[in-house]
Structure formats: structure tokens, C-alpha cells
């Protein structure tokens, strides 16, 4: 078996490479592959970007106008309810769970 260390490949590739495209080419092909490295990473960043700014969005709820203020863990689905008819302008006072998902299904929908 052969034993090439990693210099060796990056030499044998370099001379593949000439052997393929041509000397006179070789400029040409390493900057579009420049180009092409050069779009992935702002497309990348891009990417992040958008989803940093959707995650910053999410805690706030800002993408339906809705700022539920947290006090902590809440111990049942009923309170849960609750908190989110209170700041949509809700009374839960008196109403029944299906009722009160079936309001807030509406109010949330008319936004």
C-alpha cells in the first residue's frame, strides 16, 4: 500500500486539477469557486440573521401583537388560558375552558 501524507494528496490534486482544466484555466476556476464560497457565506449569515431575529420575535410574540406578561410557571392548562383571555381584553371569570379556547380562537383569528 501506498503511504501519502497530506501534503502529497494536495500535490497530486494541484496536478490533477492541471491536467483536467489546464493551466490557463486555473485562474478562472479558482475564482468562481471563490465566487461561489463568497455567496454561500453571506447566504449563510443571511439565514442566521433572520432566524436570530425571528427567535427575538417569538419570546415578545410581536409577530401577532400579543405581550403576555410572565410571572412563572403556571401549574394548569386552565391558568394558561386565563393569562392569555386576560391579555387579549378576555373576562375568564365564569366561562368554561372550551369556551374560553373557542374566544380566544376567535380573537386571535381577527387579528
Known amino acids: 500500500m501506498i503511504n501519502i501524507g497530506g501534503s502529497e494528496w494536495i500535490i497530486i ?3 490533477f486539477l492541471i491536467l483536467i482544466v489546464g493551466s490557463k484555466h486555473l485562474p478562472s476556476l479558482g475564482r ?6 463568497g455567496e454561500y457565506e453571506r447566504a449563510r449569515a443571511s439565514i442566521r440573521r433572520e432566524l436570530d431575529r425571528m427567535n427575538a420575535n417569538t419570546n415578545t410574540n410581536t409577530s401577532i401583537g400579543l ?13 394558561k388560558l386565563e393569562a392569555v383571555a ?4 378576555i373576562d375568564p371569570n365564569g366561562v ?16
Open 96 to 111: 368554561s375552558d372550551d369556551e374560553l379556547r373557542r374566544l380566544l380562537h376567535e380573537r386571535l383569528n381577527s387579528k
Open 32 to 37: 468562481s469557486i471563490g465566487k461561489a464560497v
Open 67 to 79: 405581550t403576555i406578561p410572565i410571572k412563572g410557571p403556571v401549574s394548569s392548562e386552565r391558568e
Open 13 to 15: 490534486v494541484l496536478l
Open 86 to 89: 386576560r391579555a387579549l381584553g
